[in-house]
T-cell receptor, first 114, second 115 residues
Framework: DTEVTQTPKHLVMGMTNKKSLKCEQHMGHRAMYWYKQKAKKPPELMFVYSYEKLSINESVPSRFSPECPNSSLLNLHLHALQPEDSALYLC?????????????FGAGTRLSVL | AQTVTQSQPEMSVQEAETVTLSCTYDTSESDYYLFWYKQPPSRQMILVIRQEAYKQQNATENRFSVNFQKAAKSFSLKISDSQLGDAAMYFCAYRSEDRDDKIIFGKGTRLHILP
């Protein structure tokens, strides 16, 4: 089973709202990732958690706040977003095996900020 | 810093034909990993094929194969017997052996399959 589950699939929010994106994996992977993807562009890395600790923050604005409550769950808390933050947000997880660190992606949350 | 270049923004191929997507990369490292990911309109990124830099033998996965030319820093993807389900955005990606949590993606190639 290589499933990464993201909820919700779609989200519409106003600029004053607070919302959260959720990501779950039950593969025992030690690393989890958040990516932002604009239309027709490659994913851009936002955050990486390794063993439940934040290991990479790609200078993401503070209106995005990640959280890793346990090894299976990753959240992205959203507050005071801007219309330009509208995008597909992808979660991924990975585990090193025999030198490989393959990332498995979820189907994403399509976020629209009005 | 490493970079990944996909020079073909869009390509089309007739169903059942063969198509090759190109990818070049720039790195000063000797050990690294290369990937092709597929992203259909359903949005989920799926790993298609992977290659370790120290292995000279080209990777194959059913109808998908790569032509890995380490000296030329080239990593092209060949899709044989193209099927309608192959229509997707294809991303070439690089991972350093040292910074194994970070993948560098190319800009992608949109592949259309013509019936």
């Amino acid at each position: 089973d290589t499933e990464v589950t993201q909820t919700p699939k779609h989200l519409v929010m106003g600029m004053t709202n607070k919302k959260s994106l959720k990501c779950e994996q039950h593969m025992g992977h030690r690393a989890m990732y958040w990516y932002k993807q604009k239309a027709k562009k490659p994913p851009e890395l936002m955050f990486v958690y390794s063993y439940e600790k934040l290991s990479i923050n790609e200078s993401v604005p503070s209106r995005f706040s990640p959280e890793c409550p346990n090894s299976s769950l990753l959240n992205l808390h959203l507050h005071a977003l801007q219309p330009e933050d509208s995008a597909l947000y992808l979660c991924a997880s990975s585990q090193e095996l025999a030198g490989w660190n393959i990332q498995y992606f979820g189907a994403g949350t399509r976020l629209s900020v009005l | 810093a490493q970079t990944v270049t996909q020079s073909q923004p869009e390509m089309s191929v007739q169903e059942a034909e063969t198509v090759t997507l190109s990818c070049t990369y720039d790195t000063s490292e000797s050990d690294y990993y290369l990937f092709w990911y597929k992203q259909p309109p359903s949005r989920q990124m799926i790993l298609v094929i992977r290659q370790e830099a120290y292995k000279q033998q080209n990777a194959t996965e059913n109808r998908f194969s790569v032509n890995f030319q380490k000296a030329a820093k080239s990593f092209s993807l060949k899709i044989s017997d193209s099927q309608l389900g192959d229509a997707a955005m294809y991303f070439c990606a690089y991972r350093s052996e040292d910074r194994d949590d970070k993948i560098i993606f190319g800009k992608g190639t949109r592949l259309h399959i013509l019936p």
